[in-house]
């Protein structure tokens, strides 16, 4: 049996790092993990899209920290939760998805998460999912269990009281995610439950459920989040994650576009740049020291070293500094081949089916309007225009994204 590790300032920074607050307090748990017993931990992850993202990683390497404590550590996949749709911080009811779709949608989750957490050797983390338990509750079960929580503690949050000042429904199974949730540390028998700071009532939840039908304690890590200047957490929601599966150049790209305000959060939560490191750089920027660029640069660097590699980090700063500090093509464009060149096609379809460079039509328009589509270096700023492709041209969209035609 693998011994916990009870060093105080390894066990400190666990504690405090991108953490912003511990249930009921940093100062009992603190004392707990000094004991050295053993925990059980997890964090759930609801399979509504099939990556991973940023937002996930951070939650993932707080649990690989406590598995390099030595402790017990479960990746929760919320096959049943994610049916319902955590309603967190929504401002509409979440589709409802069926058993099929949150399955395949989690297929490649173990192996993403592997780039922190370990599944094997003498400490594995384990694979959970919480349909095991929650599909055998009965009518009966649900009455008892939800007769501890009132109607005035759920409609309390924020996103219901919006949703009822603009006379929005609130779906009654809604009320009952943060309780499904809550059931997964009573079924799990868990010391300790991670997520975000958005989920800090869910995980609540759970420790008064841990409370009443266990009589035990469960501690609560809420982590910050990565969230945009206005606040609003990066995710799958908002459409402007990164997922754990793009790569470097990717990665590197999307970090740049950053905004300056998000890179010591960003540094804190996503890199193993030291805490002290991490103050300078903030008095350095403060102080106008240095230039906010050069510091985003090696944000970039450290974010890709984490996820992928130093070798690939170095890679991609000097394509990403070719291309947009020189302003030269991409070594390395994709290829599209396109039949009947000779034909005019719609600049629409050539930016969204054809090159598949733009997910839909009305944000191909939204760009070319902004003058953000090249061809062959010419900006094209009509919509409607339809064009010949002439066989090795290169279309442009955005500062980044890059396609030749043959």
Known sequence: MVETITDPEKIKEVLTRGVEKIYPSEEAFEKVLRSGKKIRLYCGFDPSAPTLHFGNAIQIRKLAQFQKLGHEV????GDFTGMIGDPSDKSATRKKMKREEVLKNSKKYQEQASKFLDFSGSNP????????????????????????????????????????????PIHLHEFLYPIAQGYDSVAMDVDLEIGGADQTFNMLVGRDLMRIIKNKEKFVLANKLLADPSGKKMGKTEGNMITMEESPGEIYGK???????????????????????????????????????????????????????????????KEFNRVFKE?????????????????????????????????????????????????????IKDWRAKLKIKKGSIIKVGKRKFARFI
């Open 74 to 77: 479960f990746f929760l996949i």
């Open 125 to 168: 983390a384990r694979i959970l999912y919480n349909s095991e338990w929650s599909d055998k509750i009965t009518f009966l079960d649900l009455i008892e269990i939800t007769s501890n929580f009132t109607v005035q503690q759920m409609i309390v949050r924020d996103m219901f009281q919006e949703r009822l000042k603009k006379n929005k």
């Open 255 to 317: 970090v740049m576009s950053w905004p300056d305000e998000k890179m010591e959060s960003a540094f804190e939560l996503l890199t193993d740049v030291s805490m002290a490191e991490i103050q300078k750089i903030s008095c350095q920027l403060k102080e106008s020291q240095v230039n906010p660029r050069d510091i985003k640069a090696r944000l970039a660097r450290e974010i890709v070293t984490v996820f992928h590699s130093a070798e690939a980090a170095e890679a991609v700063e």
């Open 327 to 379: 302003k030269e093509k991409p070594s390395d464009i994709p290829v599209i081949k396109i039949p009947g060149m000779e034909e005019e096609i719609s600049i629409l379809d050539t930016v969204t089916i054809v090159a598949g460079l733009v997910e839909s039509k009305s944000e191909a328009k939204r760009l070319i309007e902004q003058g953000a589509v090249e061809i062959d270096g010419i900006v």
